[in-house]
């Protein structure tokens, strides 16, 4: 019971984690700037995403520009993109697989059988997480680097956004719903194999 306990809550964070991971990944606030002028129609926030930037004017308006060309962006964008939906789907398909070998549902077949599935799901959530931790951390280091360059103006000067946060939190929760999986399976082959042998094991020895 308490195994199934365990998963149920790596379950609960794991969908929690996937759909920060999502959130962060379709967010444009993974770089903020903030640039108060003296006009009216002077931007005040910028905006940099993954896919697109926005920017919010002082007078309430809000455009967002797609980003078409992948080749003129920087590696390290280039890098989180890939990752980032790498990471989508690891997750998904975590949740899928768990789905199938947690001990509280009535799918996946014997319970060897179902270990191995849960073990599967924990291994795409550990993987999953890794590779969210990856851009996350790789995005924010640019920004700082570049925040404290002093040959850099600060016009171009950026902050790390709520979506680099969102991902970090999501990624930490995907590893830890991955560890508990991957332990709770390692826990039950321990206890089989501490087993003793069944009656008709013993019989069939000493005939």
């Known amino acids: 019971m308490a195994s199934a306990g365990l998963q149920l809550i790596a379950f609960i964070l794991a969908l929690s984690g996937i759909c920060g991971i999502i959130i962060a990944t379709l967010l444009p606030n993974w770089k903020v700037n903030v640039n108060v002028g003296s006009n009216i129609i002077t931007a005040i926030i910028q905006l940099q995403g993954l896919w697109m930037d926005c920017t919010w004017f002082s007078t309430g308006m809000f455009s967002c520009t797609l980003k078409h060309s992948i080749l003129s962006l920087p ?21 899928c697989i768990s789905t199938v ?17 849960t073990f599967a799901g924990g291994v795409c959530f550990i993987l999953s997480g890794v590779c969210g931790l990856i851009p996350t951390s790789w995005y924010m280091k640019e920004i700082i680097s570049n925040f404290w360059d002093p040959t850099v103006p600060e016009h171009n000067k950026h902050e ?46 000493q005939s």
């Open 160 to 205: 790390p956004g709520g979506a680099i946060y969102l991902g970090i939190i999501s990624t930490a929760l995907l590893l830890v719903a991955g560890v508990i999986f991957c332990t709770s399976c390692l826990k039950r082959h321990q206890e089989a194999r501490h087993y003793p042998p069944s009656q008709q094991d013993i019989l069939t020895t």
């Open 75 to 95: 590696v390290y964008v280039q890098t989180a993109r890939t990752t980032m939906v790498l990471s989508c789907i690891l997750s998904a398909l975590g949740i």
């Open 101 to 117: 070998g947690m001990k509280c549902t009535r799918l996946g077949g014997d319970r060897e059988t179902k270990n191995r599935t």
